[in-house]
T-cell receptor
Framework: SQKIEQNSEALNIQEGKTATLTCNYT??????LQWYRQDPGRGPVFLLL?????KEKRKERLKVTFDTTLKQSLFHITASQPADSATYLC??????????????FGKGTHLIIQP | GAVVSQHPSWVICKSGTSVKIECRSL??????MFWYRQFPKQSLMLMAT?????????EQGVEKDKFLINHASLTLSTLTVTSAHPEDSSFYIC?????????????FGPGTRLTVL
């Protein structure tokens, strides 16, 4: 069955450092991978999408890599700030091909940026 | 842009009653909306895919007679939890894909917390 693994433990990073979150998946051939931010009691907020034919994508302080051979994505936040503290979700989609697809989510990694 | 709203944001009901949750795309049209459920410290689980003007497609293990979905327009989908029981207590979240953008980008609503007593 499809499986997505994210760092199960909370990740504590000092303010100003780069936070790196990992998403590994098995039994899946996604057409794209997405990263979302979720705050407690709130819905996910879209951050970045990377397609299977892309290696890296950046948006401001965020960078995502996608290695379809390793079946892994890395999510980086540079110059981290306490406001970046949240749970970050990895989601895969596009396995069924064409049109809008429901996403398969990982459990998320709780990131804590300490001042 | 790309804002999705949900109503209500939270609801408490007695066991056996039905609860309707609305999902609206406020500034874009969406032929497809999705309904997810999230239990504490768990991942979002896709329940069903809702297409405007047609029947919803349910994921394996989700009872279609219990979770009624109606997608009457390009901006509104509703989820009705019929005869709710305590085990249905969860965080229900909808999302919508923007027709004007890549259909693989989904925008999520703020969620609805359902508590069944």
């Amino acid at each position: 069955s499809q499986k997505i693994e994210q760092n199960s433990e909370a990740l504590n990073i000092q303010e100003g450092k780069t936070a790196t979150l990992t998403c590994n998946y098995t039994n899946y051939s996604p057409a794209y991978l997405q990263w979302y931010r979720q705050d407690p009691g709130r819905g996910p907020v879209f951050l970045l999408l990377i397609r299977e034919n892309e290696k890296e994508k950046r948006k401001e302080r965020l960078k995502v890599t996608f290695d379809t051979t390793l079946k892994q994505s890395l999510f980086h936040i540079t110059a981290s700030q306490p406001a970046d503290s949240a749970t970050y979700l990895c989601a895969l989609g596009g396995d069924s091909g064409g049109g809008a697809d429901g996403l398969t989510f990982g459990k998320g990694t709780h990131l804590i940026i300490q001042p | 842009g790309a804002v999705v709203s949900q109503h209500p944001s939270w609801v408490i009901c007695k066991s056996g009653t039905s609860v309707k949750i609305e999902c609206r795309s406020l500034d874009f049209q969406a032929t497809t909306m999705f309904w997810y459920r999230q239990f504490p410290k768990q991942s979002l689980m896709l329940m069903a895919t809702s297409n405007e003007g047609s029947k919803a497609t349910y994921e394996q293990g989700v009872e279609k007679d219990k979770f009624l979905i109606n997608h009457a327009s390009l901006t509104l989908s509703t989820l009705t939890v019929t005869s709710a029981h305590p085990e249905d207590s969860s965080f229900y979240i909808c999302s919508a894909a923007d027709l004007g953008l890549y259909t693989d980008t989904q925008y999520f609503g703020p969620g609805t917390r359902l508590t069944v007593l």
